[in-house]
Nanobody
Framework: QIQLVESGGGLVQAGASLRLSCTAS????????MAWFRQAPGKERDLVAG???????YYADSVKGRFTISRTGARTMAFLQMNDLKPEDTAVYYC?????????????????WGQGTQVTVST
């Protein structure tokens, strides 16, 4: 079991930046990937960015060049740096994890989820 706790959401104006954090516990040496999904009202929960055990990354086209996912050396924390935020980035952002070394973009392959953190971008 991997427990995930997110933090860092909030209300910002368009063009601003936010940094989301996700802490995974318990600490383990077994490989697991971490990812950020987001869900806007009335929409599906979509993958935003993911990072593998070895640091390979994936980004949705809509956030490439604006968002950066990273992980601490101990791999127990993941961050999503979000720059140049747009109103269409407004959503609840969820941290997710999966006990595998290689990235997957399939939502159903992430069994562990955080509680979510709201990001609201105003015009």
């Amino acid at each position: 079991q991997i427990q995930l706790v997110e933090s860092g959401g909030g209300l910002v104006q368009a063009g601003a930046s936010l940094r989301l954090s996700c802490t995974a516990s318990p600490r383990t040496n077994s490989p697991f990937i971490m990812a950020w999904f987001r869900q806007a009202p009335g929409k599906e929960r979509d993958l935003v960015a993911g990072i593998s055990w070895l640091g390979n990354t994936y980004y949705a086209d809509s956030v490439k060049g604006r968002f950066t996912i990273s992980r601490t050396g101990a791999r127990t924390m993941a961050f999503l740096q979000m720059n140049d935020l747009k109103p269409e980035d407004t959503a609840v952002y969820y941290c997710a994890a999966s006990r595998r070394a290689a990235l997957t973009t399939e939502r159903h392959e992430y069994p562990f989820w955080g509680q979510g953190t709201q990001v609201t971008v105003s015009t």
